[in-house]
């Protein structure tokens, strides 16, 4: 490992860093400027205006804005991330189980979309402009025409309430069985892949098709490669940059845009527990799971970033 | 001891084209696709152990036959009629399964750009061993040894150890040798070198040569090099066949084709194109003076001229010779200010010239025009020539309608080519033509001065001659001066009046013409100069062996 590469990596994650706190600005500033007052929201409208007084003074509102940005900044570093307006409860362990119910949701959506997405890429590339390139990516374009609400209650209607194979509701809990759990999230997650399948796919298409006119490719070629040795071994390495960065920009959004997905199958994950509080405009709570979103896109990206940097030979071997 | 026993079973006659026929769908614009023929019917015999040579300028299909041999059709090219008849089957009714047995086993190709033929993305090893895996010649032990023995009989520079670098990490003439290995690493019978020298400076070219003639005589292999220079070819091959619009012209033994051609065409390639130029004698004051300047890329960080001082006289030419990395552009480049230099001073018609181009009035930059070497992408695809050739006069002179199109019409004529091409695209012209254009783009201008950064490098020799040519006679008539970039010395000696000649970021040595190409010569103009190939046979052992430095490298 050179020190060239690791400046650029560390450049990469000062700037993550930073842009995360710009982030963390605007959310303090967005949820401040909107309409309605704390204290009258936790009390209700038949409080006196000293209760009011007093309850501000006990949550602090009425310093200046800076101070409590860094109060609730400060909080959160030291893994507090406040208590929710509207049930009292400690928001950092409320999030606790349901952060982990929709990384493991995620994270399965994307062992099985990832590969297939790079796989039917490949078979595109290979069969390039046939009926096998063409049916693969009319397919891949359809499921991701078709709003992911739809593809959700498509998928409950045949599966849940026809063929009666999966649960249409995903309810988990905790200490449920690996399998019951997996049974639990086979509609979910695969609403997810259908929704995400496609852009990764057709960007693998593109990218493995704008090496394959380079001059080493028809080098491979002369060796005698078969044209699927070809696209693995000698394009396909030189078109992971491209590639990475858009499977991360789609796993971010497993994450992120699961929101609807969740709200479907009733799955208790982030986008559920998101959707419940904005309803009753528990700011604290919009704030901490705003925070986590930008942060886990953010890492998603730096990853992306690092693993480009670390893809180009170039950089990795300097002269 | 295998590899000889084996040969004794094969046919003595390796490759046997016969009435080899290739065609291509093209698309041209505003027309119907039609099909047309890039080779008509061409035969050619190669003996095992032999080296046959393809001469010809592009166009002539000399690389279409060689990838032929590999039943291999690039770019949409078909081979739609004839047998190739490789160790005594025609390989094109193989099938593709048949066909890549063949491929990178019986016969291996080396690429005419080595840095693009490696992929970037893996060791040079792995990608030398390749094709010996894939055909299950050898084991990854065997293969490897194999290829470092080879490394060391191409002379490459730690041989033990190169094999772990990336393509990026080694220069373009060390690459070309390990593309050469690489043909040479599953021992195939024939191997095709498409034209392997052709994009390396002259200084590195003779070794690279002369490892691949090494390499060939050592392991018995049979080979089809391709080339457009003859000289080139002259030292490697036994037989030689010149080939021109994808027609076999004329085909003999080396001695023979370079000494006794028999067709007209032949004897044009053979004959020497040394323009008879007197050389002109200094004027009492330079109209380009460049003193002591140093230009740097990187913020100053890299140095790439240091302290180069030259004058050019009103009328004349001064070649600027050197191999890549020299510095030869990056001059122009600082007399144009686009690279403004860090120190020294550039005067032009007895002022002196701001270092940024920002700075200087239309005055000065219409009195300094450039001509590039690669004429197709000096000018807009979506422009006829009218309106590449107009636009310096309605910029520079204001000049519309008709008034415009009149001078236009001149200036074509000036470069000898009629009104008739005004209408037309650049991808309607040749090279040649299209070099043209840019000369008429540049002389409408009216400019006391041209630079002409490598404006032959890229044509074909008779064509490029032509151009040369063009240049003295418009110098006559114009009195424009010449900054003539090149790393071709023929070229200086047919059009200089002075030479400077450039090393490294300095120049090296400096006068005219006369005095320079003048023994006694110091250590690096005489590599450059005995660097240059000879229409002889036997001028690579003799060359190699009289040098006094080794090349830079690039």
Same mark, same amino acid.
């Given at each position: 490992m050179s020190s060239p590469i690791l400046k650029l990596i560390a450049q990469r994650i000062a700037l993550g860093l930073l842009l995360l706190f710009a982030v963390s600005v605007l959310i303090f500033v967005g949820t401040q400027i909107l309409p309605g007052d704390v204290a009258q929201s936790i009390l209700g409208q038949s409080a006196t205006a000293e209760s009011l007084a007093n309850l501000r003074e006990a949550l602090g509102l009425n310093d200046p804005a800076y101070i409590r940005y860094f109060k609730w900044l400060g909080g959160i570093l030291t893994g507090n991330l406040g208590t929710a307006? #509207? #049930?009292?409860?400690?928001i950092a362990s409320a999030i606790g189980g349901r952060l982990w119910n929709t990384l493991f949701l995620a994270f399965w959506a994307a062992v099985v979309s990832v590969p297939l997405a790079i796989g039917l890429g490949l078979l595109a590339v290979r069969y390039r402009n046939g009926f096998v390139d063409k049916l693969i990516s009319g397919l891949a374009l359809a499921s991701t025409s078709l709003p992911e609400f739809f593809i959700g209650y498509l998928l409950v209607y045949f599966f849940a309430v026809q063929w009666q194979i999966f649960p249409g509701i995903s309810t988990v809990y905790d200490g449920m069985p690996f399998l019951e759990r997996m049974k639990a999230i086979a509609l979910p997650a695969t609403a997810l892949t259908l929704v995400v399948l496609a852009h990764m796919m057709r960007m693998t298409r593109a990218a493995i098709l704008n090496v394959m006119q380079s001059a080493y490719i028809e080098t491979a070629e002369l060796k005698g490669l078969s044209p699927f040795e070809i696209i693995r071994k000698h394009a396909f390495p030189n078109a992971i940059a491209p590639v990475v960065n858009v499977v991360m920009l789609n796993l971010a959004y497993l994450i992120v845009g699961v929101v609807v997905v969740e709200v479907i199958f009733v799955y208790p994950g982030m986008g559920q527990y998101l959707v419940d509080h904005v309803a009753k405009r528990d700011v604290p709570v919009v704030q901490a799971v705003g925070l986590i979103f930008a942060a886990v896109y953010i890492t998603l990206n730096i990853i992306a970033d690092i693993a480009a940097i670390l893809a180009n030979p170039r950089l990795r071997h300097p002269k | 001891m295998a590899k000889a026993q084996a040969a004794t079973h094969k046919p003595e006659m390796l490759l046997d084209i016969r009435d080899l026929r290739i065609e291509a769908r093209v698309y041209p614009p505003d027309e119907a696709p039609k099909t047309i023929t890039l080779v008509h019917d061409v035969s050619l015999t190669l003996k095992r152990g032999k080296v046959l040579g393809l001469i010809g300028e592009s166009g002539a299909g000399k690389s279409t036959i060689g990838l032929s041999s590999m039943a291999f059709g690039r770019g949409g090219v078909k081979i739609s009629g004839g047998q190739v008849l490789l160790n005594g089957r025609d390989i094109l009714t193989l099938g593709p399964a048949g066909v890549r047995k063949v491929r990178g086993r019986e016969v291996c190709y080396v690429a005419q750009s080595a840095a693009a033929a490696f992929n970037p993305a893996h060791k040079l090893m792995d990608q030398v061993v390749e094709a010996a895996l894939l055909h299950g010649i050898a084991t990854r032990a065997e293969a490897e040894k194999r290829a470092v023995a080879l490394f060391k009989k191409l002379s490459l520079p730690n041989p033990e150890t190169i094999g772990n670098r990336y393509p990026h990490q080694v220069s373009g003439g060390q690459l070309q040798r390990v593309m050469t290995a690489t043909a040479l690493c599953s021992e195939p019978d024939l191997i095709v070198f498409d %034209? $392997? =020298? =052709?994009?390396?400076d002259v200084t590195t070219q003779i070794d690279v040569l002369a490892a691949i003639k090494d390499a060939i005589r050592d392991t018995h292999v049979a080979a089809l090099y391709i080339s457009h220079d003859l000289a080139v070819v002259a030292q490697v091959a036994d037989e030689i066949v010149v080939l021109r619009n994808g027609r076999l012209v004329e085909r003999g033994d080396t001695h023979q084709i370079i000494k006794l051609p028999q067709q007209d065409y032949t004897r044009a390639l053979v004959a020497v194109h040394e323009i008879d130029h007197t050389e002109k004698q200094p004027s009492p004051s330079p109209m380009l003076s460049v003193k002591n300047v140093t230009a740097a890329y990187g913020g100053g960080v890299v140095k790439v001229l240091k302290n180069v001082s030259v004058d050019l006289h009103p009328g004349q030419t001064l070649a600027v010779v050197g191999e890549s990395g020299s510095g030869k552009s990056t001059l122009a480049r600082a007399i144009t200010g686009l690279l403004p230099p860090e120190q020294g001073s550039i005067s032009f018609d007895g002022r002196t010239l701001s270092n940024r181009l920002a700075d200087r009035p239309k005055e000065d930059l219409r009195q300094l025009q450039m001509i590039y070497q690669m004429a197709d992408v000096a000018m807009? $695809?979506?422009? !006829?020539v009218r309106t590449i050739i107009g636009r310096p006069l309605e910029f520079y002179f204001g000049m519309r309608g008709k008034e415009r199109d009149q001078r236009v019409a001149e200036l074509l004529d000036k470069i000898e080519m009629g009104t008739g091409f005004a209408d037309r695209y650049p991808a309607e012209l040749s090279g040649g033509q299209k070099q043209r254009v840019c000369i008429a783009r540049s002389l409408a201008a009216k400019p006391k001065l041209i630079i002409c950064d %490598?404006? !032959?490098?890229?044509?074909?020799p008779l064509v490029a001659n032509g151009i040369l040519k063009l240049l003295l006679d418009l110098q006559q008539e114009e009195k424009v001066a010449y900054l003539f970039i090149t790393h071709d010395l023929a070229t200086v000696k047919s059009i200089a009046d002075a030479i400077a000649v450039m090393y490294r970021g300095e120049v090296v040595r400096y006068g005219p013409k006369s005095q320079v190409l003048e023994p006694p010569f110091d250590a690096y103009t005489d590599l450059l100069l005995s660097s240059v190939p000879e229409m002889e046979q036997g001028w690579l052992e003799t060359a190699i062996q009289g040098r006094r430095m080794e090349s830079a490298g690039n």
């Open positions: 307006l #509207s #049930s009292g409860q400690d | %034209e $392997p =020298t =052709t994009a390396l807009n $695809p979506r422009q !006829t %490598e404006v !032959t490098s890229a044509l074909d």
